[in-house]
């Protein structure tokens, strides 16, 4: 109509906020679940990603006077959290490359930090929400087992323990 609004949340990577959503069903009771928690650093939600007025929601009227970004199919009050969610925090963590993975979720034994997953059938069901033929993107799921020194490259832990060996 012709009103400049403020677009809430703004920017590019906002504007192409990955949706997909993955189930994981475990064809046996281990207690072992898809968890999304614990992905985020602290200074994440209390400096960087803030809800408006300091609320664990976002709501319609703190968005009266504000647009949405233009690829988005659903308003940030329908987000879970607002801009305090984890997973819209994972995304908007910029790559430094075009190829790029960020971390969906964990896999997590009820009640404690183990991960195991002994062998056996599973189910991951996707809902393929983000389009990415239109710019001849790809979408991979990755599972994948972390060590000390992170995650598939070792470069960046070996390269930090080298780096710190002299200055001990």
Avoid at 15 to 23: A, E, Q, V
Wanted: include cysteine; charge should be negative.
């Amino acid at each position: 109509n012709g009103t400049r609004m403020p677009v809430v949340p703004c920017g590019l990577i906002a504007n192409s906020l990955f949706n997909d959503s993955f189930d994981m069903f475990m064809n046996r009771d281990t207690g072992e679940n898809m968890t999304c928690c614990n992905r985020t650093r602290d200074t994440d939600c209390s400096v960087r990603f803030q809800n408006p007025n300091g609320a664990p929601e976002v709501s319609p009227e703190d968005l009266v006077d504000t647009t949405m970004p233009p690829n988005w199919p659903y308003d940030l009050s329908e987000i879970p959290g607002g801009l305090e969610n984890e997973s819209f925090i994972v995304w908007f963590r910029v790559s430094a490359f075009p190829k790029f993975r960020k971390l969906y979720g964990r896999l997590q034994e009820s009640g404690s930090s183990d991960i195991n997953l002994p062998a056996g059938n599973d189910s991951i069901f996707l809902t393929y929400n983000y389009p990415v033929r239109e710019y001849k993107g790809t979408k991979s799921l990755f599972l994948a087992e972390i060590s000390w020194l992170g995650g598939r490259n070792l470069f960046l832990g070996i390269a930090y323990i080298v780096t710190a060996t002299p200055s001990i």
